[in-house]
């Protein structure tokens, strides 16, 4: 007789895979709209074994703010990047391609954060509060030293912004648009498919934070995130087609 053995789970493991199960249900209702009996069904465990491990909710979205509030992996990438003009425009695109066409990074993951942020602002903000910390923390210091790059160059224009403003509503542009589509289908009637809006987008905030018209004018080359993505082109080319208006 054939005794098929069980996968038994260490702590570590268990602990883990049950925030990685209910970060959706966070996601989709909020923490003061989960029950524990939705967590214990989405983990797959009962009550009592979640109680084990996490004695109150509130303990449990502790945990899901320190394992999923890390910035994607490939953010890291940026500090390796040359402080320049160069690097500006292409963190302002990067930006909108992440969070607007999920091409950089994990999808469901960037949609799963998008929608817990949103919940966090209306209720105590605290999951924003870390998220937006630890995004600032990897990406702000390489996007002011590129801002400042841009001004030695004389392609910034006087009076802008300061570095971490510029940043900010830049991202906010970004993240609104990428709210918008949160349904599924855009609640904004944009004119244009996706790539011209994220186009535009992009052009509207690197004006906004005061590079040239001469410089801002220039087409972006879009392989160029296909490579920092370290993916293939012609793979980063097609996903800014997958979704449209």
Same mark, same amino acid.
């Given at each position: 007789? +054939? ?16 925030? !990685? *199960? ?6 989709? &209702? ?16 009962? !009550? ?8 109150? &909710?509130?303990? %449990?979205?502790?945990?899901? %703010?320190?394992?999923?509030? *890390? ?9 390796? %990047? ?22 950089l990074g994990d999808r469901q993951l960037t949609v799963a954060? @998008?929608?817990?942020?949103? +919940? *966090? ?21 390489? /996007? ?31 993240? @609104? ?10 609640? /904004?009637? /944009?004119?244009? #498919? ?5 186009t535009e987008a992009a052009r509207f905030i690197l004006r ?24 293939? @082109?012609?793979?980063?080319? !097609?996903?800014?087609?997958?979704? #449209? @208006?």
């Amino acid at each position: 007789m +054939h005794i098929m053995a069980k996968i038994r789970m260490d702590g570590a493991a268990r602990r883990r895979m049950i925030v !990685e *199960s209910v970060t959706p249900v966070f996601a989709r &209702k909020g923490f003061t709209g989960v029950t524990t009996r939705e967590i214990a069904e989405a983990a797959g465990v009962s !009550e009592a074994l979640l109680f084990r491990y996490f004695p109150t &909710k509130a303990a %449990l979205y502790e945990e899901i %703010l320190k394992l999923g509030c *890390s910035a994607d992996p490939q953010l890291a990438r940026l500090e390796t %990047l040359p402080p320049s003009t160069d690097t500006l425009i292409l963190m302002t695109y990067g930006m909108l391609w992440h969070l607007v066409l999920g091409v950089l990074g994990d999808r469901q993951l960037t949609v799963a954060r @998008q929608r817990l942020v949103l +919940h *966090s602002m209306m209720e105590d903000g605290e999951y924003a509060r870390f998220h937006f910390a630890d995004v600032e923390k990897q990406i702000l210091t390489t /996007y002011t030293a590129s801002l400042r790059a841009a001004e030695r160059a004389g392609d910034v224009l006087p009076g802008g912004p300061a570095p971490a403003n510029a940043f900010w509503f830049g991202c906010h542009v970004a993240s @609104q648009i990428a709210l918008g589509r949160l349904s599924g289908e855009g609640v /904004y009637p /944009y004119q244009g #498919d996706l790539e011209t809006v994220v186009t535009e987008a992009a052009r509207f905030i690197l004006r906004g934070i005061g590079l040239r018209e001469s410089v801002v004018a220039v087409p972006f080359e879009t392989q160029r995130l296909a490579m920092f993505a370290n993916c293939h @082109q012609d793979r980063a080319a !097609e996903a800014v087609c997958v979704e #449209d @208006q």
